[in-house]
């Protein structure tokens, strides 16, 4: 009975990650090519998609917006590609893997 309710929230969280990578998509994709300089909406935009980025195709989506972002704000992109590490990646620090 266990295993089952398990298997289930673990569906769920996927099936959730997808649905905000279809939002967070449009919404990074906008701020892109408007070449938006609002730091706060851009900064709302990356705390949201933190709690995704268990996610690969989120996470490639939170680079893409850390890289734009690194030309407006290095050390704010510092800040949340740290956070990413001590939520998703706390063993190894010195992965590469985040590198913009």
């Known amino acids: ?7 289930e ?4 969280q996927q099936h959730l990650a997808k649905q905000a990578l279809s939002e967070y998509s449009g919404l990074v994709d906008h701020i892109i090519i408007a070449q ?7 900064e709302h935009t990356l ?3 933190l709690d995704f980025c268990f996610d690969a195709d989120m996470l490639l989506l939170f680079k893409k917006l ?11 992109t510092a800040f949340y590609i740290n956070h990413y ?14 590198a913009i």
């Open 66 to 76: 850390c890289r734009y972002y690194f030309t407006i704000n290095p050390q704010a």
């Open 85 to 98: 590490r001590e939520m998703w990646d706390s063993d190894s620090i010195d992965n590469k893997e985040m």
């Open 9 to 12: 929230l673990i569906f769920l």
């Open 47 to 49: 705390d949201g998609m």
């Open 36 to 42: 938006s300089t609002d730091q706060n909406y851009i």
């Open 1 to 7: 009975m266990m295993e089952k309710q398990i298997k």
